[in-house]
């Protein structure tokens, strides 16, 4: 490597030793150059890697050699050849993918993302910012702000990247000119005005010359605000980094022998030390940490982004996308959100369309129900769309399959980003961060959760259960058929009741439909109304329960934690599970109500079988196949159990 002007080489064992704890002990920047084609964004980082003697003889051989192939500066070394590696980008002259470099100084270490300015690569202009705490803005001195400055912009500060080096480039080509320099700052200035929250430090530079990069120019005496190398060893980042939300989202879990079990993954946020008390999310089980352990052994405690297979106290359940945090300090557990997300396919955004949503280490299901707006990039007024084409940015709400956790971007940038994978090509579409919640989102609570008021009390009947029982001369239950649209789940249950009624059994039915033109109207069918719905039905079965009905239940109710939460609210020695498998061909075949037909003509949106998902029951009480059985025998069979578990008396 060519030898660095103001680094002194260790020659001494002692040196060595002391360079290598003060290099050591150095932060790290990571930092992006972004703004529109050819503004010099490559020859900008070739000229810094090349002045602060950041790059190998041979290196530099091999690019002046390249220069007089693919060269665009007419001179004998063009620095943009030192990032641009790809042959169809020395070919065109221009950047296609990120490029990362790495390089240090006696203060600080740096990687730098060389992005794209093409508006078509804006999508790996969002994946190399998304690591970054600042950014380098280009623009070009003969053009001014344009399209893309904005646009890349606009995505830097979306991505929480609070730092902004705007460097006005080719000052040379202007003549050094300062009123050209004001002119594009007033311009900037004035559309950065409504981005919220970047600090913005300008420079007029010449990176193919090198004026400002490295070391001051001579050809600017009227700019005194230091070069770009000292506005980046000396901007202060290390506040920006969030230390004090713990979260910690579980990868895996390690089983080694049966008696260690750990959990392993990186430190997004915060700081975790042993015998901190911890909640896993989403199902808010409390424990102590017992140990931390790293590739090197055993430590106290553990900071972002140190990867780390955590022991916890007690027998807690605890697997991949579930997340450790503080117990009085924890992260928003939803279904529903919304969130800022630029549009990365060429295909455009499918409302109400399946897709996949990765958050952390979390993988789920999910669709856009609504795009809110999107954005004028120009001007960033909000414009009413009803999908996003390729590169273009909106506020949309998403509302996943099951519950996961997250903190607004803006305040964590670990649990606040995700990316959208399309299910069918297994392709990213699109990258977003989280907002506070919407309107529409509702957290997750738990069945057994204590009521928001604290000025009510539990009433006691004078009427006892075995009062109930012998006067109706039954045991109250409740029958929770769960089955496809058309597996025959209301016919059974019609079945059942007429039956049990014949018998003189006191009985009642709770279907889907009947109770959504009333109780629940107010519900649709994304992911957390269906659980809302569930939710609501379950109380009411307790209640008629508690008044010593039997309850026959009629619901899809697709997820198993949704029947779960149901089993716990009405109470497991009360609750029967009773699976309707009937296989998505024969329902599609019946399809009484036309249901599947709408959807698979995209009339009806998150529907379960097509594009949202059914979890069969695992242990089902009682399993009934209506391919080949009929309703009646379906409903025998049901009696039959009944007449087992002696809730009423065999005939």
């Given at each position: 490597?060519?030898?660095?002007?103001?680094?002194?080489?260790?020659?001494?064992?002692?040196?060595?030793?002391?360079?290598?704890?003060?290099?050591?002990?150095?932060?790290?920047?990571?930092?992006?150059?972004?703004?529109?084609?050819?503004?010099?964004?490559?020859?900008?980082?070739?000229?810094?890697?090349?002045?602060?003697?950041?790059?190998?003889?041979?290196?530099?051989?091999?690019?002046?050699?390249?220069?007089?192939?693919?060269?665009?500066?007419?001179?004998?070394?063009?620095?943009?050849?030192?990032?641009?590696?790809?042959?169809?980008?020395?070919?065109?002259?221009?950047?296609?993918?990120?490029?990362?470099?790495?390089?240090?100084?006696?203060?600080?270490?740096?990687?730098?993302?060389?992005?794209?300015?093409?508006?078509?690569?804006?999508?790996?202009?969002?994946?190399?910012?998304?690591?970054?705490?600042?950014?380098?803005?280009?623009?070009?001195?003969?053009?001014?702000?344009?399209?893309?400055?904005?646009?890349?912009s606009f995505i830097a500060s979306l991505l929480g990247?609070?730092?902004?080096?705007?460097?006005?480039?080719?000052?040379?080509?202007?003549?050094?000119?300062?009123?050209?320099?004001?002119?594009?700052?007033?311009?900037?200035?004035?559309?950065?005005?409504?981005?919220?929250?970047?600090?913005?430090?300008?420079?007029?530079?010449?990176?193919?010359?090198?004026?400002?990069?490295?070391?001051?120019?001579?050809?600017?005496?009227?700019?005194?605000?230091?070069?770009?190398?000292?506005?980046?060893?000396?901007?202060?980042?290390?506040?920006?980094?969030?230390?004090?939300?713990?979260?910690?989202?579980?990868?895996?879990?390690?089983?080694?022998?049966?008696?260690?079990?750990?959990?392993?993954?990186?430190?997004?946020?915060?700081?975790?030390?042993?015998?901190?008390?911890?909640?896993?999310?989403?199902?808010?089980?409390?424990?102590?940490?017992?140990?931390?352990?790293?590739?090197?052994?055993?430590?106290?405690?553990?900071?972002?982004?140190?990867?780390?297979?955590?022991?916890?106290?007690?027998?807690?359940?605890?697997?991949?996308?579930?997340?450790?945090?503080?117990?009085?300090?924890?992260?928003?557990?939803?279904?529903?959100?919304?969130?800022?997300?630029?549009?990365?396919?060429?295909?455009?955004?499918?409302?109400?369309?399946?897709?996949?949503?990765?958050?952390?280490?979390?993988?789920?299901?999910?669709?856009?129900?609504?795009?809110?707006?999107?954005?004028?990039?120009?001007?960033?007024?909000?414009?009413?769309?009803?999908?996003?084409?390729?590169?273009?940015?909106?506020?949309?709400?998403?509302?996943?399959?099951?519950?996961?956790?997250?903190?607004?971007?803006?305040?964590?940038?670990?649990?606040?980003?995700?990316?959208?994978?399309?299910?069918?090509?297994?392709?990213?579409?699109?990258?977003?961060?989280?907002?506070?919640?919407?309107?529409?989102?509702?957290?997750?609570?738990?069945?057994?959760?204590?009521?928001?008021?604290?000025?009510?009390?539990?009433?006691?009947?004078?009427?006892?259960?075995?009062?109930?029982?012998?006067?109706?001369?039954?045991?109250?239950?409740?029958?929770?058929?769960?089955?496809?649209?058309?597996?025959?789940?209301?016919?059974?249950?019609?079945?059942?009741?007429?039956?049990?009624?014949?018998?003189?059994?006191?009985?009642?039915?709770?279907?889907?439909?009947?109770?959504?033109?009333?109780?629940?109207?107010?519900?649709?069918?994304?992911?957390?109304?269906?659980?809302?719905?569930?939710?609501?039905?379950?109380?009411?079965?307790?209640?008629?329960?508690?008044?010593?009905?039997?309850?026959?239940?009629?619901?899809?109710?697709?997820?198993?934690?949704?029947?779960?939460?149901?089993?716990?609210?009405?109470?497991?020695?009360?609750?029967?599970?009773?699976?309707?498998?009937?296989?998505?061909?024969?329902?599609?075949?019946?399809?009484?109500?036309?249901?599947?037909?709408?959807?698979?003509?995209?009339?009806?949106?998150?529907?379960?079988?097509?594009?949202?998902?059914?979890?069969?029951?695992?242990?089902?009480?009682?399993?009934?196949?209506?391919?080949?059985?009929p309703a009646a025998e379906s409903a025998a069979r049901?009696?039959?159990?009944?007449?087992?578990?002696?809730?009423?008396?065999?005939?």
């Amino acid at each position: 490597m060519l030898d660095s002007p103001n680094t002194a080489v260790p020659t001494t064992e002692a040196e060595v030793i002391q360079y290598l704890k003060r290099h050591g002990a150095k932060d790290m920047l990571r930092f992006l150059t972004a703004g529109s084609v050819d503004d010099g964004k490559s020859t900008l980082i070739g000229r810094l890697l090349y002045d602060s003697k950041m790059i190998y003889e041979d290196q530099l051989a091999a690019v002046i050699e390249a220069s007089s192939i693919h060269g665009t500066t007419d001179t004998d070394f063009d620095p943009a050849l030192l990032t641009d590696g790809l042959k169809a980008e020395r070919e065109q002259g221009i950047t296609i993918d990120v490029a990362y470099r790495y390089f240090s100084t006696d203060k600080r270490n740096f990687i730098i993302a060389d992005t794209p300015g093409h508006e078509q690569y804006t999508r790996n202009m969002a994946t190399g910012a998304s690591t970054c705490d600042l950014a380098v803005i280009l623009v070009d001195a003969r053009h001014g702000v344009l399209e893309q400055t904005r646009r890349h912009s606009f995505i830097a500060s979306l991505l929480g990247i609070r730092h902004l080096a705007v460097c006005i480039n080719k000052m040379d080509l202007v003549d050094y000119s300062q009123e050209t320099y004001e002119r594009i700052r007033h311009e900037y200035e004035g559309f950065a005005a409504k981005l919220q929250g970047v600090d913005l430090h300008f420079i007029p530079i010449s990176a193919l010359r090198g004026d400002n990069v490295v070391d001051p120019s001579e050809h600017m005496p009227w700019y005194q605000g230091g070069s770009l190398l000292y506005y980046l060893e000396t901007v202060p980042v290390s506040t920006d980094r969030n230390l004090i939300d713990m979260r910690f989202p579980v990868q895996y879990v390690l089983r080694p022998d049966l008696n260690y079990r750990g959990y392993c993954g990186t430190i997004a946020s915060g700081v975790l030390r042993t015998g901190d008390e911890v909640v896993a999310l989403p199902s808010g089980r409390r424990t102590r940490v017992a140990s931390i352990t790293t590739y090197e052994g055993d430590v106290a405690e553990a900071f972002p982004p140190m990867a780390v297979t955590v022991t916890v106290e007690d027998e807690v359940d605890v697997s991949r996308g579930d997340m450790l945090t503080h117990v009085n300090n924890r992260p928003h557990v939803a279904q529903d959100f919304e969130a800022i997300v630029v549009w990365m396919n060429e295909e455009p955004l499918k409302l109400n369309g399946s897709y996949l949503i990765k958050s952390t280490t979390n993988l789920v299901p999910a669709a856009i129900t609504d795009l809110r707006y999107r954005f004028d990039i120009n001007s960033l007024h909000r414009l009413e769309a009803k999908t996003l084409q390729v590169n273009e940015i909106g506020r949309v709400a998403i509302s996943a399959h099951r519950a996961i956790c997250f903190d607004p971007y803006t305040r964590n940038r670990s649990t606040g980003a995700f990316i959208i994978i399309d299910r069918s090509t297994n392709a990213t579409v699109g990258a977003g961060m989280i907002l506070d919640q919407g309107k529409s989102a509702r957290e997750t609570t738990p069945a057994t959760a204590e009521p928001k008021s604290t000025h009510i009390r539990r009433e006691v009947s004078h009427v006892s259960p075995a009062e109930r029982a012998g006067l109706l001369k039954q045991k109250a239950a409740t029958l929770w058929l769960t089955g496809l649209s058309g597996s025959g789940k209301s016919t059974i249950a019609q079945a059942l009741e007429r039956a049990l009624f014949d018998r003189g059994q006191a009985c009642f039915i709770l279907d889907g439909d009947n109770i959504r033109h009333g109780l629940n109207r107010d519900l649709g069918f994304n992911a957390s109304d269906r659980t809302e719905n569930i939710r609501r039905v379950s109380e009411v079965a307790s209640l008629l329960n508690d008044a010593g009905l039997l309850v026959i239940t009629s619901f899809i109710s697709p997820y198993r934690d949704d029947r779960a939460k149901a089993r716990e609210i009405v109470g497991p020695e009360r609750f029967i599970e009773v699976f309707v498998d009937t296989p998505l061909e024969t329902c599609e075949q019946r399809d009484p109500k036309g249901l599947y037909q709408k959807a698979r003509a995209g009339e009806i949106a998150q529907f379960t079988g097509i594009d949202a998902p059914y979890e069969a029951p695992e242990e089902a009480e009682i399993t009934l196949s209506t391919a080949t059985t009929p309703a009646a025998e379906s409903a025998a069979r049901i009696i039959a159990f009944m007449e087992r578990q002696h809730l009423f008396p065999a005939r």
